[in-house]
């Protein structure tokens, strides 16, 4: 028996209508114009009767084999059900300035801007964070030196709901599972690196170099996409010097046309497009669940409302009249040429060592914190959340979004872009799901 078969062997363990990680999981159906790819989607379990917040989110997966597409969805399952379970007892509450121990200052982390604070104030029961904020930390790992560093739980934990106020909107960023603990780690270190990265061309309005789809990427693209589908590549790597691209996919389907886009952060430029054109052939999927969930919804020109990354997902495909926002995309002209098959030239951990060194010359602390619980450990899996506080995460809520960091209005300007201040930034949602 293989390593991948016994690894799917494991994570059929974790599949019980009464005390499984998730209830059930489902193969979703692919109709003639869709993407040639597999993919799941869950019903998770019940966190919440056995101690643990409520499950957050939905999970899926999809791939070329059943294998892949399964044990994508296993993982995602993984990471949202682990964080939702946290022992207080490991916790020490106190505001930062009475903490006494290591821990990153609450001015590092990037969150609000004080005009967000202004409309949010009565709105949520999010507050600025000070010094003399009063909440739960937890301890963590500081990977460039070893040491401990303590974080606010809600910072790692999602959902976090234990304490008033609150000092952000959870969000998932970081979070990631895997059966092996380095590429748990690389997974969660390229995550908050790309979300970062998509944050700041989205808010900032930049269009950065387009990659060129060579006649390589196109047949890529063609052994599993129908051949009237539009791709649009970005190479969004900016002051952290790691392979990041933002996708663009306009295509049609039986529900009506659409706009999909994907992220991705990897060792080179060729894995990086290769993840998001699987991300973005999740969407088609993942859209046809929605707009049915979704049927009666009508999105406004108030983006105020959109408060979740559901909302997100399809406020594009139900509002084609505002395609326009991705014009300046669209008409960009390919520059920049990529290897497709191109090798990483570092092992998993020396990627890490890499990772976390480029980040901290960036001036960016690197918390690791191991999440599991002891039924994802017998499962096979590693959960765990890594959060570096002065990169920008994504947020699923339009009035939520981290607008309040450092490296929003200064990567821009340090790399050659115009940097607009926070009343000029990109005011349409985004499109990310």
Same mark, same amino acid.
């Given at each position: 028996m293989n390593v991948i078969e016994t690894s799917v062997n494991k994570a059929l363990h974790s599949i019980s209508a009464e005390v499984g990680l998730l209830s059930r999981i489902s193969k979703m159906p692919i109709?003639?114009?869709?993407?040639?790819?597999?993919?799941?989607?869950?019903?998770?379990?019940?966190?919440?009767?056995?101690?643990?917040?409520?499950?957050?989110?939905?999970?899926?997966?999809?791939g070329a084999t059943w294998q892949e597409a399964f044990m994508g969805t296993i993982g995602e399952t993984v990471e949202r059900y682990a964080c939702a379970f946290y022992n207080l007892r490991e916790a020490v509450q106190a505001p930062y300035r009475t903490l006494g121990k290591a821990a990153v200052a609450p001015s590092e982390y990037a969150l609000y801007?004080?005009?967000?604070?202004?409309?949010?104030?009565?709105?949520?029961?999010?507050?600025?964070?000070?010094?003399?904020?009063?909440?739960?930390?937890?301890?963590?790992?500081?990977?460039?030196?070893?040491?401990?560093?303590?974080?606010?739980?809600?910072?790692?934990?999602?959902?976090?709901?234990?304490?008033?106020?609150?000092?952000?909107?959870?969000?998932?960023?970081?979070?990631?599972?895997?059966?092996?603990?380095?590429?748990?780690?690389?997974?969660?270190?390229?995550?908050?690196?790309?979300?970062?990265?998509?944050?700041?061309?989205?808010?900032?309005?930049?269009?950065?170099?387009?990659?060129?789809?060579?006649?390589?990427?196109?047949?890529?693209? @063609?052994? !599993?996409? *129908?051949?009237?589908?539009?791709?649009? %590549?970005?190479? /969004?790597?900016?002051?952290?010097?790691?392979?990041?691209?933002?996708?663009?996919?306009?295509?049609?389907?039986e529900f009506g046309k659409f706009v999909a886009v994907g992220t991705s952060t990897r060792a080179t430029y060729g894995q990086a497009v290769q993840k998001v054109i699987k991300e973005i052939g999740q969407g088609v999927t993942y859209f046809r669940y929605l707009l049915n969930e979704k049927k009666d919804w009508e999105p406004t020109d108030n983006y105020n409302q959109l408060m979740s990354f559901e909302d997100h997902s399809i406020f594009y495909v139900k509002r084609p009249d505002m395609w326009f926002v991705f014009d300046e995309y669209r008409q960009a002209l390919e520059t920049k040429d990529i290897d497709l098959h191109e090798k990483p030239v570092r092992s998993d951990v020396d990627e890490v060592r890499?990772?976390?060194?480029?980040?901290?010359?960036?001036?960016?602390?690197?918390?690791?914190? @191991?999440? !599991?619980? *002891?039924?994802?450990?017998?499962?096979? %899996?590693?959960? /765990?959340?890594?959060?570096?506080?002065?990169?920008?995460?994504?947020?699923?809520?339009?009035?939520l979004y981290y607008h309040g960091g450092k490296r929003l209005y200064e990567v821009p300007a340090k790399m050659g872009y115009t940097a607009h201040g926070y009343d000029h930034l990109n005011k349409y949602p985004h499109p990310f799901p």
């Open positions: 109709m003639n114009q869709d993407p040639n790819l597999m993919s799941y989607g869950i019903w998770p379990g019940s966190t919440k009767v056995m101690g643990g917040e409520e499950f957050g989110g939905r999970s899926s997966g999809c801007h004080p005009k967000q604070y202004e409309f949010l104030k009565g709105k949520t029961p999010i507050e600025p964070f000070t010094d003399d904020t009063n909440l739960y930390w937890f301890p963590m790992t500081d990977l460039a030196t070893g040491e401990e560093k303590w974080a606010p739980g809600g910072m790692i934990y999602l959902p976090w709901s234990h304490e008033r106020p609150w000092i952000n909107a959870n969000t998932s960023t970081g979070l990631a599972a895997h059966t092996n603990p380095h590429k748990a780690m690389l997974t969660g270190l390229y995550e908050v690196i790309e979300r970062d990265s998509f944050v700041i061309t989205w808010a900032q309005k930049i269009v950065p170099p387009k990659i060129r789809i060579s006649a390589e990427l196109q047949a890529h693209i @063609d052994a !599993s996409f *129908p051949t009237s589908y539009e791709w649009h %590549f970005f190479d /969004i790597r900016y002051d952290l010097d790691v392979p990041s691209v933002f996708g663009i996919c306009f295509g049609e389907a890499h990772l976390v060194q480029t980040l901290k010359k960036a001036g960016c602390d690197v918390l690791f914190k @191991d999440i !599991s619980t *002891p039924d994802v450990r017998q499962l096979g %899996f590693y959960s /765990i959340k890594v959060l570096v506080p002065q990169l920008i995460a994504l947020a699923g809520g339009y009035p």
